[in-house]
T-cell receptor, first 109, second 115 residues
Framework: GENVEQHPSTLSVQEGDSAVIKCTYSDSASNYFPWYKQELGKRPQLIIDIRSNVGEKKDQRIAVTLNKTAKHFSLHITETQPEDSAVYFCAASRGDMRFGAGTRLTVKP | NAGVTQTPKFQVLKTGQSMTLQCAQDMNHEYMSWYRQDPGMGLRLIHYSVGAGITDQGEVPNGYNVSRSTTEDFPLRLLSAAPSQTSVYFC??????????????FGPGTRLTVL
């Protein structure tokens, strides 16, 4: 089955800096790659997603890039703010969705 | 729209007991799934369903059963609870379209402790 690896497991940045989280997947048939944000004690919520026919997608301060050949995709957050502090999960899906282990992002004011 | 609902929110079981975690969605989503979340391990897929009457196993199905008799409901049954099943359980649902799968909406979770 699909295996998703996510790095780093923790990331600390200064407010205003950029943050990058990287994921790799194993199944070349995966065609949908979402990113979820989970705040403490809450449910995961989608922040951005990308399909395999697209190389990059942006939504304000958040962007995702996908390299199908290398089977990796990345989340970029620019101008980070303290409210961006949370755990971020990448996932890959060709039907059943598999998640990475998560990255705990801390944005220091 | 209530979205995805789960009951109960919290549950404590003794080893060997059985119970059913309830999940319902009112968005007419074809796809429903169950995950468990343990510290440092992300969300691991237990079982999923692409429609009424169709279920399949995910990464960690042992010790759990599911059924999908209606589009709205997708209960998860623990047959004989073990301490290793202590976790937070999330149910999720999404549409399936010709372009593929879509955003999964998560329920609020059930925190289960097995003593």
């Amino acid at each position: 089955g699909e295996n998703v690896e996510q790095h780093p497991s923790t990331l600390s940045v200064q407010e205003g800096d950029s943050a990058v989280i990287k994921c790799t997947y194993s199944d070349s048939a995966s065609n949908y790659f979402p990113w979820y944000k989970q705040e403490l004690g809450k449910r995961p919520q989608l922040i951005i997603d990308i399909r395999s026919n697209v190389g990059e997608k942006k939504d304000q301060r958040i962007a995702v890039t996908l390299n199908k050949t290398a089977k990796h995709f990345s989340l970029h957050i620019t101008e980070t703010q303290p409210e961006d502090s949370a755990v971020y999960f990448c996932a890959a899906s060709r039907g059943d969705m598999r998640f990475g282990a998560g990255t705990r992002l801390t944005v220091k004011p | 729209n209530a979205g995805v609902t789960q009951t109960p929110k919290f549950q404590v079981l003794k080893t060997g007991q059985s119970m059913t975690l309830q999940c319902a969605q009112d968005m007419n989503h074809e796809y429903m799934s169950w995950y468990r979340q343990d510290p440092g391990m992300g969300l691991r897929l237990i079982h999923y369903s692409v429609g009424a009457g169709i279920t399949d196993q995910g990464e960690v199905p042992n010790g759990y059963n599911v059924s999908r008799s209606t589009t709205e409901d997708f209960p998860l049954r623990l047959l004989s609870a073990a301490p290793s099943q202590t976790s937070v359980y999330f149910c999720a649902s999404s549409y399936i379209r010709t372009a593929g799968y879509n955003e999964q909406f998560f329920g609020p979770g059930t925190r289960l402790t097995v003593l």
